[in-house]
């Protein structure tokens, strides 16, 4: 960050991105979303690389349930095996969180939020990511909390090539 | 009222069993006829309000009053465990604390005690894979996660963890358990919401104790509020009319069959073209779950 601009624009607040009004599940972030110190333990610091340790073996997805998800045909219980859900936080770091964790404050759905990453606070971005086969991991924008901030989109996907280096990136953007 | 029972037992040490004056075997299960006096107004439950409240909601229904209610108690899961195998005693719905604090050994630190807990109700939703289970607790929050992840995810559709007295819902959770056990037995119950009581009529779309919390996700909780207090009623016919008050709109990818919640972009390039849905339509064509479904994951595949 220099100057106090940050090259990732402008951080949001949950929901912030939206040029829409926002319907009655988005007025609010529900207080089960916006626990932290619940999934603390889990949530990983790319700051340093490495892969998340939480589930201990890293979930690796595989083309063909790659292609279910980008043509929106996939159980999601499935999915949520294999997605993770990244931000990059107001410090510009990129956290990152297994959505297939079971979040028991979550009555309805059991499950975690960007905001149970970032405790409800503003963030840069959002997004899910997946690792595959061959060292790849696939990102997308996403998260609609944190996600829909086109213009910046380059930059992050520079920012993760540079945090992984030993990794290839691919643009996924949109599934 | 339907001929249908429902089978219940709560395990929970927080039972003041005391002031029963040593008319029960405390290692064994305890029928809820025996229970009766303690709901009384006068007899206080230290430190568990909520429990006793739970325990006066099933005691008074006039399900239990019929029979249709079989409620009994253990005061550990161990005691369960053993009615279950040498008694077949297999309730349709297990009500299970999380802390066992009266029987905690003075050898085990919380992390073991946590273990010791989730062995005991995996074994128990081992032995009963017809049953339901409410993970029914003041400490709901800080169970170990990771003990749901390695040993319970397999489980997750037949439990659901909620805090004891917890309002922030449209309902509270000793509301919900009780709708749950109603919804159980009648196709038409009046199930508690708040302070209100709301006929529930089931049909293909509305059949579940969540459905409430379905419709809150979708309309707010104050609206869903004011459109209760005047309705009185949850059915298809008054659900589609609260849903036709709505402004906002889906969308419907016909070529994929899938419903969307934003047109953007995106959207229209990959799934186009999008026809607007009402929420009503959507509801009408496609079910509640199908419209909540949308609105948390943004599509949803018919």
Redesign the interface.
């Known amino acids: 960050m220099e100057n106090g601009k940050s090259k990732f624009g402008d951080l949001t607040e949950p929901f912030g991105r939206s040029k829409?009004?926002l319907?009655?599940?988005k007025?609010r972030v529900?207080?089960g979303h916006k626990?932290r110190e619940?999934?603390a333990d889990?949530i990983h610091n790319a700051k340093n690389n490495g892969t998340p340790n939480?589930?201990s073996e890293l979930q690796i997805i595989d083309d063909d349930l790659l292609n279910l998800i980008k043509?929106?045909?996939?159980d999601?219980s499935i999915k949520k095996k294999y997605c993770y859900i990244w931000v990059i936080n107001k410090d510009e770091i990129i956290e990152i969180l297994w959505e297939?964790?079971?979040n028991?404050?979550d009555?309805?759905?059991?499950?975690v939020k960007h905001t149970n990453i970032t405790a409800g606070e503003k963030a840069f971005h959002g997004g899910e990511l997946f690792f595959g086969k061959d060292n790849t991991i696939y990102i997308n924008n996403?998260s609609?909390r944190y996600g829909d901030a086109k213009e910046f989109w380059t930059v992050v996907v520079d920012h993760f090539k540079t945090i992984y280096k030993k990794y290839k990136i691919e643009d996924i953007q949109?599934i | 009222m339907g001929n249908k029972n429902i089978q219940i037992c709560i395990i929970d040490d927080s039972l003041p069993f005391q002031k029963l004056n040593g008319k029960i075997d405390d290692t064994k299960l305890i029928n809820a006829k025996i229970i009766e006096p303690l709901i009384e107004q006068t007899v206080k439950w230290p430190n568990e309000p909520y429990l006793r409240d739970l325990t006066a909601l099933i005691l008074n229904s006039k399900y239990y009053k019929s029979g249709n209610i079989i409620l009994n108690w253990a005061l550990h899961p161990s005691f369960s465990i053993t009615a279950i195998k040498q008694e077949n005693y297999f309730p349709d719905l297990v009500i299970f604390d999380w802390e066992f604090l009266n029987f905690r050994s003075i050898n085990r630190n919380k992390e073991d005690e946590a273990f010791k807990v989730a062995d005991e109700l995996k074994e128990m939703l081992d032995l009963l894979p017809d049953s339901f289970f409410f993970v029914y607790s003041n400490v709901a929050s800080q169970i170990p996660i990771y003990l749901f992840k390695k040993e319970l995810d397999k489980y997750a559709k037949r439990f659901q963890v909620l805090p004891k007295g917890n309002h922030k819902l449209i309902l509270s959770s000793e509301n919900l358990i009780y709708d749950y056990i109603l919804l159980y037995l009648d196709d038409h119950p009046f199930i508690r919401i708040g302070d209100q009581e709301i006929r529930f009529d089931k049909s293909r779309y509305l059949e579940n104790y969540k459905d409430i919390l379905h419709l809150e996700f979708i309309l707010g909780q104050e609206s869903l509020k004011n459109e209760l207090a005047n309705k009185k009623e949850i059915s298809e016919k008054t659900v589609r009319e609260m849903l036709q008050n709505f402004d906002f709109k889906l969308y419907l990818s016909k070529d994929y069959h899938i419903l969307i919640s934003e047109d953007t972009e995106f959207f229209k390039d990959n799934f186009g073209p999008l026809t607007e849905i009402s929420y009503a339509e959507a509801f009408e064509k496609y079910g509640l779950y199908a419209l909540s479904g949308v609105l948390n994951d943004n599509t949803f595949k018919l």
């Open positions: 829409r009004p319907p009655p599940h007025q529900e207080d626990n619940l999934f889990f939480h589930p043509k929106r045909e996939y999601k297939g964790l079971l028991p404050e009555t309805l759905f059991n499950e996403g609609d949109g």
